[in-house]
């Protein structure tokens, strides 16, 4: 359900105009990619709008959504938007030779149709999509905790690069320091409170928080959110989250994760009730030991604008389709969406 909640507090015309901030956004999505790209050894690849629907390469993410799909005229198939590119990356990997340490990144843009509507979501996705191979022997709790620090510099970087473009935008001073949390032992502080309660109580005593093992069930037999069983493993996986001051709630900015090995795609497989999926040649050539091992995720490129901007609707850094009720709670409180 589309719920957009404007802060009364918040006033959408302090810090730049339209136009400036078109120019921030080119100046925060051009300088974080360097910074990425040179922290976690990785190369810019072209990436596909969509997948053929046989090939089981597009992502299922919660195992519930929609793709958007059409017909091809030429080859009589049936093609899938991608809703992201966490197979197709590490199927790109092997296909262009990467060696160990090393991998590429993309601009990824994916239309979620089912995705609710508010401050943080819309239909339209667009994130930096990346993947490595992990060097020999590094499949491991420690070298995932390395990699999300090396991103989290690349975003303070980014941000001080940006309060020094601007002095008179109040970009948030983001911490270095992150908490590393298991979805489990956040159960086990807030038992009685949702998820997403459980995330804001968390985060807003420690700003910067990588958000761990997610996906499979808890010791409540409940997950704390959903995740397909065929990419990451849900033992070496998080979420990257930050304190949002404009909104006061935990924001997502990355999910990421070391990538299923034979052993575990074959476990979630099962678990999930998605044993159908094997058939697909992706699964085929993770379970016969084909592909490489990986570790890789989105970061969210909207997200990350919004974030470093201190704006408070998604709508204010990127251009989507909304509800009646977005566009009214957004004009009833100033907020001009692009």
Known sequence: MSQTIIPPQYDPAKGLTLFETQQA????KVNFILNLENALNLTRVSAPLF????????????????????DIRETGTCAQVVHSLAKWKRYALYRYGFAPGYGLVTDMNAIRRDEDMDNLHSIYVDQWDWEAIIPDGRRNIEFLKETVQKIVESICATADMLRESYPSLHVPVLEREISFVTAQELEDLYPNKSPKERENLYVREHKTTFLMEIGDTMHSGRRHDGRAPDYDDWHMNGDLLFWNEILGEAMEVSSMGIRVDARTMDAQL?????DDRRRFPFH?????????????GGIGQSRLCMLLLGKAHIGEVQVSVWDDGTRAACEAAGVTLL
């Open 284 to 296: 085929q050539m993770v379970l016969d030991g084909t592909l490489p091992l990986t570790i890789g």
């Open 270 to 274: 099962s678990k999930a009730g998605c």
């Open 25 to 28: 956004i080119d100046k925060i």
């Open 51 to 70: 997948v053929d629907a046989s090939s089981g390469l597009n992502d299922d993410l919660n195992n519930v959504e929609r793709p958007v799909s059409f």
